[in-house]
């Protein structure tokens, strides 16, 4: 990422400060810190304000800071919350925007104890995730590569698939193979789920070895340069019933149906609601339980998601995933997964993986 | 872990109610959940009450839920915490403990907001991680296995390490290794880090090669089961010069001087304390940036810290990382890190993993 797309979006936070009656913002939640700055390491703290941005962290990130971001930085051994409440008072800053969906309530107690009277604190929700939403040239080619690589790695073991394997062994033997595709490690703990299993949308990898004659859920993302990837596939192992495929079918063209729903302008809920009306034509609404996506980069769960009361509308340069899914308990599930990017004209399918109705 | 062992969790926390003032918790940080629950799902909130603990959860979850704990499950399609006020205006809680540490400020202002005003909110800080910080004979056997599991992913990974190999190679390779172990994953990302970049204490791998003549730092840790593990060791690769061999000998002085002053009754600055003293003998004091270790379990770093300035007295049943390191900007680092378990009389070392200067 150049050093100046940091400056200008600390930059864009910085334009906003009069709208939000604010002259600094004290940023604690990680990837945010991580987008405003640059830096990666696991402790930071950034206090924003014109012309005086101080990066807080500690001893161990010394170099790592000095090498990653263009902030001042001040590395605090012991609690950091202290040195920000000095750097404050020094400042003169007086009113003080803070994350209000992340803050913990300890730290807001402390700042309003130590701080004189004067200072006023602003609870901001969503200002720096909103601008997240929208990504940059460079953060596009980033979530393309995590996306190449998730989908590189799940070529790379399907060959290896086979009644009898462990749900964990092909967990970790993908894992593995996005390592060596260039990911920095998984976006989330990597599903392998068979048979009845599937029927768990957040199923664990277990010791249970793949059935035969049944569904396999692969649900897996590669996260690299520090964006993330997302994507779910579903494969028949040997000779699932007839009624599997069928429901294949009507999992994919709900998807499809989302996908078309998706372009510029559209609120959220749009595809969402395209996704539960295909499935509602196959009487399969109820088993549909979560919502049909949300956003990635920095993280893997990001704003927008695709749920039904979501009114935020979509714009180019989103990138959202979309995964309707049916769950039957006690008989397995389905669920297909791509990760889009809102285009200007519509979308694009980010992830290259087939998804037709696959048997091994 | 049985399931009488949660019951008794929660158990414990009720008994405090009375000294605390409360008659219900909130518990909304997710190891804390999962500690008292034994649901190991990425969303939920409890709610515990005398009689009446309620889980809240997602509909990805309920089949899950209700396979995990015995507590009464809620699944909330949509925002969860109206339902949350919902159940405590039902259930008549009126003094309701939140986690001060965790809680974010919107939530507070949310159940403020929603709550009648007869309702009283009590910030507790650190009760439930007081709670975990000594480990049941259940939680340290699993700490045992994620510990060997670790061990043997490094055993196995030595013989292919050599100079060229790219450290994210490496990387990858031990996280593979650690899962075909039994790990469900890594506790934290790996760290390899050759050469120069050793000065960094938490380096990313890189695509850097594995240089001869200079050391290789790893830090690496397992989870299984749920529970975490944690080790460093520092190698030389080729003909490292003399000057790290007698460095090394000095960081595993002091790594020895703090495990020797490990036992319960002190306090957790005292083995820090012992490790700083053998660093300042060989004039090292100041090359040294961190804390001497942490406390670890459900997750990687928990109470105690050992640290300079904490108070906290070590318990029997505590188990704690102990990893003092040398960090040279520009030329390299070392650290030796054990996880160790405090006894009855004394300590012990958890980690087989040997910790002799060794030379591949």
Redesign the interface.
């Known amino acids: 990422m150049p050093d100046n797309e940091f400056q200008q979006r600390r930059a864009r936070l910085l334009e906003c400060f009069p709208t939000l009656q604010l002259d600094s913002f004290l940023v604690t939640h990680l990837p945010n810190v991580h987008y405003l700055t640059g830096f990666?390491?696991?402790n930071a703290m950034l206090l924003a304000a014109p012309g005086r941005d101080i990066l807080f962290t500690?001893?161990?990130?010394?170099?790592?800071a000095a090498q990653e971001t263009t902030c001042h930085v001040v590395t605090v051994?012991?609690p950091m919350l202290p040195k920000v409440v000095a750097a404050i008072a020094r400042h003169k800053l007086q009113m003080l925007g803070?994350e209000?969906?992340?803050?913990?309530?300890?730290t807001?107690?402390f700042l309003r104890e130590k701080l004189p009277l004067r200072h006023e604190f602003k609870?901001i929700?969503g200002q720096i995730e909103q601008h997240r939403m929208v990504k940059s040239a460079s953060e596009l080619a980033r979530i393309e590569r995590a996306v190449a690589t998730n989908s590189k790695a799940l070529d790379a073991v399907l060959k290896r698939i086979r009644p009898g394997l462990r749900e964990?062994?092909l967990?970790?033997?993908i894992?593995?193979r996005s390592?060596?595709e260039?990911a920095?490690?998984?976006s989330f703990?990597t599903i392998v789920a068979s048979g009845v299993r599937a029927?768990?949308?957040?199923?664990?990898?277990t010791a249970n070895p793949i059935e035969p004659n049944q569904l396999l859920l692969i649900d897996m993302g590669a996260t690299r340069e520090g964006y993330t990837s997302d994507m779910t596939r579903t494969l028949g192992i040997g000779k699932p019933s007839t009624f599997w495929k069928q429901t294949y079918r009507a999992v994919l063209e709900s998807q499809l149906a989302a996908i078309e729903a998706i372009r510029p302008g559209v609120k959220a809920s749009e595809p969402d609601r395209a996704a539960r009306q295909v499935l509602e034509q196959h009487g399969l609404e109820k088993t549909f339980?979560?919502s049909t996506g949300h956003g990635l980069g920095l993280e893997i769960h990001e704003a927008p998601r695709l749920?039904?009361?979501e009114k935020t509308k979509l714009l180019e340069g989103m990138v959202v995933t979309v995964e309707p899914g049916v769950y039957l308990?006690g008989k397995g599930g389905i669920r297909i997964e791509d990760t889009v990017l809102v285009t200007r004209t519509g979308c694009r399918i980010l992830t290259p993986t087939p998804k037709e109705w696959m048997v091994l």
């Not at 209000?100 to 300890?106: D, E, K, Q």
């Not at 029927?199 to 990898?205: E, F, K, V």
């Open positions: 990666t390491g696991s500690d001893p161990r990130y010394t170099i790592q051994r012991g803070l209000a969906a992340y803050l913990p309530h300890l807001h107690q609870l929700a964990m062994d967990a970790a033997e894992d593995y390592r060596r260039g920095s490690g998984p703990e029927a768990l949308p957040h199923a664990r990898p339980t979560h749920g039904r009361k308990e």
